[in-house]
Every structure is written in C-alpha cells, then in structure tokens.
C-alpha cells in the first residue's frame, strides 16, 4: 500500500482556526431524494400496516414473505441462538452484559420529594419506558455490542418491553447478535430493517407494536427516518460519523497510539481520527508507525480513506492548547494518554466519553468497559450526553398544596394571571383563597 498522507496542522501557524474548522466540516445537509423516499415509505407503512412492511421487506431484503407472523423470530430461537454459541463467545458476552448492567444500575434516577413549612409537597415522580424500539444493523454490519449497549440499560430502567427489529438480508440472521438479544432480556424481535422499520415502531401495525422511544444505529435512510417520525416518538440521537480524539504527551509506544486511530477510521471513509501533542518529533512517529501497521488491517483501504480525508496530525505548544483544542472539538471518544490524565480531564468540557491513561483503549470502551458507547458525535457532546438509563426514564412533576400552601400560592398567581389577562386562571386559584374572590 502506497504511503498514506495525513494533513498536519500547527496550533502556532496562520489560519490554524480555518484549517481546524474544514477538518472538522462534516456535510450532514439532508439528500432531498433520500428525504422523499423515506417520507413515502413512512406515509405507505401509516396507511397499509403489515402489507407495506411486508412489501419493503421482500423488496430491499430480497425475501419472500406472505404473512406478517413470518417476520417475528421466536424466543425459543433466539434461546437457540444463545445456547449454539462457543463457549468464549458465551463467556466475552457475559462479561460484557455484567459490565454494562452494574455501570447502568448507578444510573438510575430516583423519585423524591420535600414539605414545605405549610405543608405543600412537591417533588417528582420517575417512570420507566412503557415500551422501547430498538434498531440493530444487519447484514454485513453483525454488532452484538450495540445490542447490549441499547438494551442493558432500558432493562435496568425498568422499561416493559422491548422491541428489537434488524434486518436479515435473503432470510440470513446473525446468531450473536441474536444470542445478544437473548441475554439482555429482549422480549420481541422482527426481522425487518430500513425506514420501514421505523414507521412500524413510531406508529404501530397490525404484528408489529408501537413504542415510546426508538434507540439504536442504522444507515442514512434510518437515520432520515428517526428525524422524521420524532415527535411521534422519542429518539435517542442522530448519529454521524465515528471519531476519536487522542491527546499524548508523547511517552506512550507510537503503534499503540497508531492502532488507536485505526480503531476509529476503520468505521468508515468519513470516520475521524486525530492526534494531539506538544512533541512533533513523536507526531512524526506516530505517522511512521501508522503507514508500518496499515498493510496489516483487514480494512486498510477504508483506514486509509478516513485517515487521509478527515483525519490529522496536530502539534501543540503545551497540553493546556491541546485541552482547549478538545473542547472545540467536542469529541465522541477522548483519549489521554499521558502521565497524569486527571489533571487534564478538570478542564474537559466537552466530551461524550474520556479515555483516561495510556493503558486505557478506546476499543475497551466500545465493547466491556461498562460505560456506554452510544454516544453524541460532530461536536454535540457541547449539549449532548451518552445514552444511559436516564434515557429510558420520564420524570413527572408532583405538586400537592396545603389549604395554606393554596391561600398563599393562589395570590401569587391571581396577580400574574391577571398580568397576562388569563382570567379563567386568576379565578381558578382564587376560589383556593380562603377570603376567596367572588
């Protein structure tokens, strides 16, 4: 493979803002094509239930279905699935659920409440999910830790069911994935996929059951399809392009810091990978290490295309620049691979994930970890968060008022309804005033 090119950047020269600013450029305008298309499959799937889903199915799927009951899988199959797997896949994914379970139990939101003086309580009541969708890529794309990743933490919020849909190209299933889906607890699973899945889940058929809020990755015509059909549902994000962020001091092994990078590009073409640090000669390193390791991966070429267009080499004066550069970023994945990560961490603001230390690799973080690895990508980790158990909860307001606490209160607001000529709510809280207006 021919040498690969990575742009280098310099906090210290002109225009760095600008050359920054077009490295992180990510082109998300919506394909007005794409848009249409999803919308009529939206509008088909609303108006003819089953027979459109049906119909997209055997279409893009390349299947064969006459009757909606073919598209659910059975428990007894995905039990199946679970019990058929080699005993070190059976025992990685355990691993991995226990993981990813104790880290979501410390996240659950608790219901409270406080009297005041008078007696009015007010607090807020938390509530789990009646019903969640989740999507699970198929096909090529085989990924059992998302499956654990979306459905672990709806389960541990208390979610009453939990509907999965993945796609299954000319009727082929991926038994981990699957095997997945049995050991986190996923109660249905209906083998379709694309924008027809999603129109089935935000608005319910005939088989296929509507739920509450849809979580999970999927392509340009399932993300396009979540934008649309929110509002009807929840969502959990739209999500672009994998990054990661790497800052190094420069003392840790430049292959280690080389596969890092690859971890991420080899994603997709538009997948960004990029390293900081203050010592340009171990930039120079780190380059030479990735054009040795690069002939060995499986996906050279795509490392090769997300490295060359959106990824970078970039020097700092010091690593206070490169935590200020970082926060600009806002990136999915943070690694800091220096000698003292806690102190660089105080200062990160935006981040959906921190990696700490130079033994600590993101990969770890994607699969057994225990944190979440769905998290916010192109910079919206300045606003966003990882998914958790939170978004499976709903929070209620609780406001219980004393006859004293109304006496008081509906003065209050008897002047500030009439403030904003609301009269039917002046008079509401009146009728609580105990010397109430007539």
Not at 167 to 174: D, L
Not at 197 to 209: H, K, R
Not at 341 to 350: D, F, S, T, V, W
Request: contains cysteine; glycine residues 8%; negative net charge.
């Amino acid at each position: 493979m021919s040498y690969l090119n990575i742009t280098k950047l310099d906090t210290t020269s002109a225009g760095f803002d600008q050359q920054l600013k077009k490295l992180l450029a990510w082109n998300e305008t919506d394909d007005r094509d794409i848009h249409q298309r999803v919308l009529a499959i939206i509008a088909d799937v609303r108006k003819q239930g089953d027979k459109a889903v049906i119909a997209c199915t055997n279409r893009f799927d390349h299947r064969n279905i006459t009757q909606a009951d073919e598209l659910e899988l059975s428990a007894a199959t995905l039990k199946s699935a679970w019990e058929k797997l080699p005993v070190d896949q059976a025992q990685a994914l355990q691993t991995a659920a226990g993981r990813i379970s104790a880290y979501a139990e410390q996240q659950k939101l608790q219901s409270w409440q406080y009297t005041e003086a008078d007696g009015t309580v007010l607090g807020q009541k938390i509530t789990a999910l009646d019903r969640v969708g989740l999507y699970v890529p198929g096909g090529k794309a085989a990924y059992p830790s998302s499956v654990l990743m979306n459905a672990i933490p709806a389960k541990v919020a208390g979610v009453g069911e939990l509907i999965m849909v993945v796609p299954a190209p000319q009727g082929e299933t991926n038994e981990l994935v699957l095997a997945a889906a049995f050991l986190a607890g996923v109660d249905r699973v209906f083998t379709i996929g694309g924008a027809q899945a999603i129109a089935a889940l935000a608005y319910g058929t005939e088989t296929i059951p509507a739920v509450a809020k849809i979580v999970g990755p999927g392509n340009i015509y399932v993300a396009t399809a979540k934008k649309l059909v929110f509002g009807q549902v929840g969502i959990d994000m739209i999500a672009g392009p994998s990054e990661i962020l790497i800052i190094c001091d420069g003392k840790t092994n430049p292959d280690w810091i080389a596969m890092d990078l690859f971890s991420q590009a080899e994603h997709d073409e538009n997948a960004q990978a990029i390293l900081i640090s203050d010592d340009g000669a171990y930039l120079d390193a780190v380059e030479q290490s990735i054009n040795k390791l690069l002939p060995e991966m499986e996906r050279a070429g795509i490392i090769k295309a997300s490295l060359s267009t959106r990824g970078a080499l970039i020097k700092v004066s010091n690593l206070d620049k490169a935590v200020e550069i970082a926060n600009i970023i806002a990136p999915e994945h943070l690694e800091l691979s220096v000698e003292d990560p806690e102190a660089l961490a105080k200062n990160i603001r935006h981040a959906g994930a921190i990696f700490m230390g130079r033994y600590t690799a993101e990969a770890l973080g994607d699969y057994c970890a225990g944190p979440n690895h769905v998290l916010p990508t192109s910079s919206t980790a300045r606003f966003s968060s990882p998914l958790g158990v939170y978004d499976f909860q709903k929070r209620s307001s609780l406001i219980n008022c004393s006859q004293k606490g109304a006496d008081a209160l509906g003065k209050t607001a008897s002047i500030l309804a009439h403030g904003e000529s609301l009269t039917a709510h002046a008079r509401s809280a009146e009728y609580r005033i105990k010397a109430g207006k007539r």
